[in-house]
């Protein structure tokens, strides 16, 4: 049996750079990463950081690849009690220019067959992605309604 992966793509009206900067400065991303501050401007060894808005850390990742503003690959490998002894999965971001917009690819894969991680991305990367691509377009990301990991980060559920 293979290991699960997933894959999504979505087009963006914005440059490649944009989305960059979008996908790797914390003053941007918790305007549409429902609060969370996420860090990953460094080069290959940096670490990649998340902070939830209750200011709790989520991830302390590794990037293992950085070509601004064409690909971001780092681990995940989630800092909440549920979802500890799972090893770091990998997560891709693929940025090509394409008709004055940004193809946009992520891909996270490497993980175990019973992931308890995989279940939980594959619902919260459409909500993320499709907010970032809100936010590009419109200047403002979705609301937060959907995500339960902004409840479990406030009651004090990351480690």
């Not at 400065?25 to 990463?33: F, G, R, S, V």
């Not at 209750?54 to 990037?63: F, M, R």
């Not at 894969?109 to 995989?118: H, L, V």
Request: aromatic share 12%; with cysteine; proline share 6%.
């Amino acid at each position: 049996m293979s290991k699960p992966s997933f894959v999504y793509v979505t087009y963006i009206a914005a440059a490649p750079e944009k989305v960059w900067q979008a996908l790797t400065k914390a003053d941007l991303t918790e305007q549409y990463w429902f609060g969370y501050r996420v860090t990953a401007d460094g080069k290959a060894g940096d670490r990649m950081t998340a902070f939830s808005p209750a200011g709790q850390q989520a991830h302390d990742d590794p990037i293992i690849e950085s070509d601004p503003p064409h690909r971001l690959v780092y681990a995940w490998q989630p800092l909440f009690k549920d979802m500890q002894g799972e090893r770091p999965s990998r997560v891709t971001f693929e940025l090509e220019a394409f008709k004055g917009q940004t193809r946009l690819t992520v891909v996270h894969d490497g993980f175990d067959e019973g992931s308890k991680i995989f279940g939980k991305i594959s619902n919260g990367w459409p909500a993320v992605l499709s907010s970032l691509k809100s936010f590009l377009e419109t200047g403002r990301g979705l609301p937060s309604s959907w995500n339960e990991v902004v409840a479990r980060c406030a009651a004090g559920e990351a480690s």
